[in-house]
């Protein structure tokens, strides 16, 4: 009786804690894939950017209509991606 109540436990904590945090990285993974320069992107910070340059693990987003404000940050900075219509 005790060995079912494990197996529902640990059923319970597979699809409630382990399964959306890998279905949650998938999705990170495949946005940070598919940026671009260009695209416009959220920051962690809460900023609005455009990508205009990029390196393996950094980007540099140029932010406002000021185009002197360009700030180099992680990719793990970004947060939420909107494609460019280009």
């Known amino acids: 009786m ?3 109540y494990v197996v529902i436990f640990g059923g319970i904590f597979y699809f ?3 399964r ?4 949650e990285k998938k999705r ?3 946005m940070m894939a598919s940026l671009a320069i260009g695209d416009s ?3 962690s910070s809460g900023f609005y950017g455009v990508i205009i340059d990029m ?3 950094t980007v540099i987003v140029e932010f406002g209509s000021n185009k002197n404000c360009r ?3 992680q990719k793990a900075a970004i947060v939420q991606v909107e ?3 280009a």
């Open 2 to 4: 005790i060995v079912l």
């Open 16 to 18: 409630m804690g382990y």
């Open 20 to 23: 959306p945090q890998k279905k």
């Open 28 to 30: 990170v993974d495949e």
């Open 41 to 43: 992107v959220l920051t």
């Open 55 to 57: 390196t393996d693990d």
């Open 71 to 73: 700030i180099p940050m």
């Open 83 to 85: 494609k460019s219509e």
